[in-house]
């Protein structure tokens, strides 16, 4: 894989060749030996990832419609959202469409989310679950979810969903070392796959709450995912192609590693950090909550933020913007997936001849 990276979004990312044309092989039924094959050895590699030694499933559709699902499938009333930044703010607001009693604990924009608050939650109501955004990319935030997931299983039986969109195969997601009963995943930003599936894992704890939720629907009913992975296959129509994507990047991330892979995202964050604060670019995320996988950065003085990625733009290179309430006071490097410190020094002599333009 020698293509220069230039492409930095914190999602859809760099995808590589060969993952990109394994998508180009000819199709086959989803419910054919072939395919079936290919889904078994994605199941059998899944779990690695997942950390779990349990099911590694996979839902054609982006995150948020595993986010629902789980609301669906594992929540009849009562929910806690922590809400740290617009995907977590996302969740709450499909609780909310869903008819569901949820009650949100909200922290600053760019703050890790504190477990004690967590705890003080849970005092106050019983909850069904508790759902929390590992890794906000939105403001480049990476909570404490070890810690976080130990709270709420001091202080309850709450399910602990988890959206580690952003996270996983980038930074340390123990599903099972830290009780979680759902984590999910779309695979279009560590993962390093075209956008379109989502992976996730469910513990025995949540599949036999889900079994108790009236109304799960079809396409959202994480109970009939399991039942059909055990068979050997997917509920519908799966995206055949993204999943052979997903096959060619499985083994790339396990031939990897999973601790080595999360050690050269934590390099990609720490080389970040220099760099910026030897140009003296500021975090506009908190200095003990910041992202291994995404920096969300104030622009370097005298250039808006909207002008740098516009600039980086004509220069072949792609940053993300500001998200949200964020949108025109920050920008963010995506250094995930398949980025290397190689790809952020040429990234960063780019914006910094930029900058040097804009002074001149
Ligand atoms: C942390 C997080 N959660 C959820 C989502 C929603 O994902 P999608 O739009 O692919 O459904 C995103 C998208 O960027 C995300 O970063």
């Avoid at 929540?75 to 703010?89: I, N, P, R, W």
Wanted: hydrophobic letters at 45%; aromatic letters at 6%.
């Amino acid at each position: 894989m020698n293509e220069p990276i230039r492409f930095f979004l914190p999602g859809p990312t760099y995808v590589p060749m060969d993952a990109r044309q394994a998508m180009t092989k000819p199709l086959m039924g989803h419910r054919s030996a072939a395919f079936k094959e290919i889904y078994l050895s994605l199941a059998k590699r899944l779990p690695h990832v997942l950390r779990t030694e349990s099911d590694g499933m996979i839902a054609t559709g982006s995150s948020t419609l595993v986010m629902e699902s789980a609301i669906v499938s594992l929540v009849k009333k009562d929910v806690l959202h922590v809400v740290c930044g617009a995907f977590s703010e996302r969740w709450y607001a499909i609780s909310k469409a869903l008819g569901r009693e949820a009650d949100k604990i909200e922290v600053p924009l760019g703050q890790a989310v504190d477990p004690e608050t967590v705890r003080a939650a849970l005092r106050r109501k019983k909850y069904e679950a508790v759902a929390l955004v590992h890794n906000e990319t939105a403001t480049g935030v990476m909570n404490p979810l070890q810690d976080i997931a130990r709270v709420i299983r001091e202080e309850s039986d709450a399910l602990v969903l988890v959206d580690v969109v952003s996270s996983l195969a980038g930074a340390p997601v123990e599903t099972d070392l830290w009780q979680l009963d759902l984590v999910l995943a779309g695979v279009q930003k560590a993962l390093a796959v075209p956008p379109g599936l989502t992976v996730f894992a469910m513990s025995e704890r949540a599949y036999e709450r889900g079994k108790t939720v009236p109304h799960r629907g079809f396409y959202t009913d994480l109970v009939r995912y399991r039942d059909k992975h055990r068979e050997g296959g997917v509920i519908t129509t799966p995206a055949v192609s993204l999943c052979f994507a997903l096959d060619v990047q499985l083994d790339r991330i396990l031939g990897e590693g999973m601790e080595a892979r999360w050690e050269r995202h934590r390099k990609l964050q720490a080389k970040t950090a220099a760099w910026a604060a030897e140009r003296g670019i500021e975090y506009a995320t908190a200095a003990n909550a910041r992202s291994w996988t995404v920096s969300c950065l104030k622009p370097p003085a005298g250039i808006a933020a909207a002008d740098l990625t516009a600039e980086m733009r004509k220069r072949g290179f792609t940053l993300g913007g500001g998200y949200d309430a964020w949108k025109s006071s920050t920008f963010r490097i995506g250094h995930m997936g398949e980025v290397r410190a190689s790809d952020l020094d040429v990234l960063f002599a780019a914006i910094d001849e930029v900058v040097a333009c804009t002074a001149s």
